[in-house]
């Protein structure tokens, strides 16, 4: 099966489950797992962060991030197809009583930063307290310009905010860029990255902030059921990861490039490609598009905005193999 419905279906390779085998354990409950505490400190190092946590999932280090920040009253401004507002269950509301402030996003997926100054409320207790802005990068595949991240800096600095990032595939926007994942998180109090997407870890997500909202965080984690003991095994995944598996990112993105090429090629409705996700426009044919791959060992979500994702186990002959496919179905 070639499998493009995400990058969080990779397997761990074989290197990586000897690094899991080999990890050095302890409880990390009681902050003894030296493998863990060795994830968080060398990804706050990497962010130029103070400090890290490591948790299960990408959607708990969000939501661990938002309670840090907000109280309970308080409210996040975030996109309307932000994974932090749309794919999280409501986990901020639904747990933290923090109200989501949803505002349309533009094509580039960033958030016109004068439209969500519109949304800001005043000091009034008739309104929630706005705390927070919260983005995503990539986004659907976009990376956001560095120029905007600056500005957002500015921006939320000017209005007293918090700036968070899901950086849930933050390191395909930095391979992309061709810069050090720092020049991207340098401009957010908090960021929140996935070992377990295209990095190709089983498990994993760390939050990254200072040193007090990550003590926060921290505490937040043990009240939501995070907190792990000799959580080491999957940590070793997530440095395994780190040390091997961020370059060959570009990989991913060559062959997604290729892939929405040769689907444009072949007269689809495609998305400019700019990592590792391919966009395309197939309404209602989706589900019989799924079936017609599905007979041919190719697993699609059949969503009428198709996302196709590369990914670790997804190589060049694959690439091949699924253009033939689209392009059978197209003159079938
Ligand atoms: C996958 C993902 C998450 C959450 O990750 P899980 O580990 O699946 O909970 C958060 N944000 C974005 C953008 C994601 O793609």
């Known amino acids: ?15 990586m489950r000897q690094a899991m085998l080999d990890a050095e354990l302890g409880d990390d409950v009681y902050g003894e797992d030296p493998t863990v505490t060795r994830l968080e400190q060398r990804l706050a190092g990497d ?4 400090a890290g946590l490591f948790v299960p999932s990408g959607t708990m280090s969000n939501l661990l991030g938002l309670l840090a920040h907000c ?34 996003m533009a094509a580039d997926g960033s958030l016109d930063l004068d439209l969500v100054r519109s949304y800001i409320k005043a000091d009034d207790f008739h309104f929630a307290r706005t705390r927070l802005l919260a983005l995503e990068n990539t986004m659907h595949g976009k990376v956001l310009p560095l120029a905007y991240l600056a500005a957002a800096r500015a921006f939320t600095r000017e209005h007293g905010l918090a700036l968070h990032l899901d950086g849930a595939r933050l390191y395909n926007a930095a391979v992309k860029l061709g810069v050090p994942v720092r ?12 070992l377990s997407k295209g990095l190709g870890a089983p498990v994993g997500s760390v939050l990254c902030g200072d040193a007090e909202l990550i003590a926060k965080a921290r505490r937040w984690r043990k009240v939501v059921g995070g907190g792990m003991r000799q959580a080491g095994m999957l940590a ?20 997604a490039a290729q892939l929405g090429t040769a689907l444009a090629e072949l007269g689809y409705q495609v998305e400019p490609v700019q990592t590792n996700m391919v966009y395309l426009a197939m309404g209602n044919e989706a589900p019989a598009l799924q079936a017609f791959l599905a007979a041919r060992g190719i697993r699609i979500s059949p969503a009428p905005r198709l996302r196709l994702v590369t990914h670790l186990d997804v190589n060049a002959a694959d690439i091949e193999a699924v253009i033939a496919a689209f392009a059978a179905y197209r003159h079938r």
Do not use: N, W
């Open 236 to 255: 070793a995944a997530g440095l395994h990861a780190l040390d091997h598996q961020v370059e060959r990112l570009a990989e991913d993105h060559t062959h």
């Open 183 to 194: 020049e991207i998180s340098q401009h957010f109090d908090s960021v929140s990255i996935c």
């Open 47 to 50: 962010l130029g962060l103070e």
């Open 71 to 104: 109280e309970r009253g308080d409210e996040y401004l975030v996109g309307q197809q932000a994974h932090t507002y749309k794919y999280e269950g409501g986990g901020a509301a639904v747990l933290g009583s923090i109200q989501p402030q949803p505002i349309e």
């Open 1 to 15: 099966m070639i499998d493009l419905r995400s990058d969080t279906v990779t397997q761990p390779t074989p290197a």
